[in-house]
């Protein structure tokens, strides 16, 4: 009888002792991310949430697609979500309209652009000179896709006003349809897009705008001074689930990565998926760490500049804390 007892005190202790390294449900803090786009791109970020890491780090999320940087900062900015994960341009404006309690960016995800260009024809030596005198679908004003790709041709000799025509009344997420449909004669695209035009056989990708901006801070995350103020570890137990899966990227196959981030993607078959995840690895879309860096932040704004969508430059100082990714890197 006490033999028994002992193994079920023995069994009894184990499992607090299981239970006590694990949070509960009800102490998790409820975080909510308003994300511009549900986006493959984003992997590092469906890696976090499908391994469990923001759970680890105390964080109940909700994720939120904004469907757009200027209604994810707006979702910010009324307190309809904690943090907003888009292209820090929006940050800027907003900065630089006046707002008291701004939204300052902690932890940039992606270093390159995510979109590429597609033609309705394989064109093996596609030259960014061969869009001139065409007619292509292109990005809303403002956004970091249509600048991004203006920036390219500028650095190419292209004129975006003169030398083509950039049809940009199409909405996001609507072009490859209105390509597949028989508009334009090439289109900017982000994934799946681009791979689903190629798999049916109506575009095929001669150029990707990642690999010929060069290192570009892309998307990153932000909150309101107010909330990282009041709620530090929070925005260090975000910082940190995302750095773990920034750290899985990195040291996993496309397949491997692919097979985790499936269940995000319902609508997307797992060949789909992995064809996608290999095309971002490939061209080193992520970071290593999440540290948004000065000379990164100077180069957005010099493509807001050279897109004539700044006002004046932003502080770097006011704008971006590294302190968070930084720590989490460690």
Request: with cysteine.
């Amino acid at each position: 009888m006490k033999k028994l007892t002992a193994y079920g005190l023995i069994a009894v202790l184990g499992a607090a002792g299981i239970l006590g390294g694990c949070k509960k449900s009800s102490d998790l803090e409820k975080v909510t991310l308003n994300e511009v786009a549900h986006s493959i791109f984003y992997a590092p970020q469906y890696v976090a949430i499908e391994e469990g890491y923001f759970k680890e780090e105390g964080i109940d999320l909700t994720l939120v697609t904004g469907f757009g940087a200027d209604k994810t900062m707006s979702a910010v900015v009324s307190g309809e979500a904690d943090i907003g994960f888009m292209g820090s341009e929006a940050s800027i404006y907003a900065y630089n309209e006046g707002a008291a309690d701004f939204a300052v960016n902690f932890a940039q995800l992606t270093q390159r652009a995510g979109n590429f260009l597609v033609a309705r024809e394989v064109m093996p030596g596609f030259k960014w000179e061969d869009l001139k005198g065409k007619d292509v679908l292109g990005g809303r004003k403002g956004g970091m896709p249509e600048m991004v790709f203006e920036y390219i041709l500028k650095q190419n000799g292209i004129d975006p006003a003169a030398d083509l025509n950039i049809n940009q009344s199409i909405d996001f997420g609507s072009t490859a349809a209105a390509f597949s449909g028989g508009q334009g004669e090439f289109t900017v695209e982000f994934e799946p897009g681009a791979t689903t035009l190629e798999k049916e056989g109506s575009g095929y990708v001669v150029a990707s705008l990642g690999v010929d901006s060069g290192y570009v801070p892309y998307t990153a995350y932000c909150t309101k001074t107010s909330f990282m103020e009041k709620h530090p570890e929070v925005v260090q137990g975000f910082t940190n689930a995302l750095q773990k899966g920034m750290d899985y990227v990195n040291t996993h196959t496309p397949e491997e990565i692919a097979k985790v981030i499936e269940p995000q993607f319902k609508e997307t078959d797992l060949e789909t998926i992995t064809t996608i995840v290999k095309r971002y690895y490939d061209q080193n879309t992520w970071k290593e760490n999440l540290v948004f860096e000065e000379e990164s932040f100077n180069l957005l704004q010099d493509i807001l500049e050279d897109a004539g969508e700044l006002s004046q430059r932003a502080p770097y100082d006011k704008l971006v804390n590294t302190e968070y990714a930084v720590k989490a890197a460690k």
